[in-house]
């Protein structure tokens, strides 16, 4: 037989596997499209690089939200 916080411990693994995937992909085209633009004009790419990393700090933080949510709401 199952331990029921052992299952729970896999479908919270899982979960946070699932949600990975969004800011994963996030982060790819932020610094994809940045290198792009950088490229195109080299001489924005001081402002196109800090909002780069802006938007890859909001980016990150879904992630790691993603981690926190299964102790949050585990323990019921």
């Keep these: 037989m199952i331990a029921e916080g ?3 411990g896999s479908v919270a ?3 946070y596997g699932l949600a990975a995937i969004g800011p994963g992909i996030g982060v790819g085209l932020i610094f994809g499209n940045g290198v792009q633009a950088m490229a195109r ?3 924005a790419a001081g402002l196109i690089r ?3 990393f802006i938007g890859f700090a909001l980016t ?3 992630a790691l939200i993603g981690i926190v949510m299964p102790f949050v709401f585990g323990n019921k």
Excluded: D, R
């Design 6 to 8: 052992t299952v729970y």
């Design 13 to 15: 693994s899982l979960g």
């Design 41 to 43: 004009q080299p001489e």
């Design 50 to 52: 800090s909002n780069m």
């Design 60 to 62: 990150e933080a879904l």
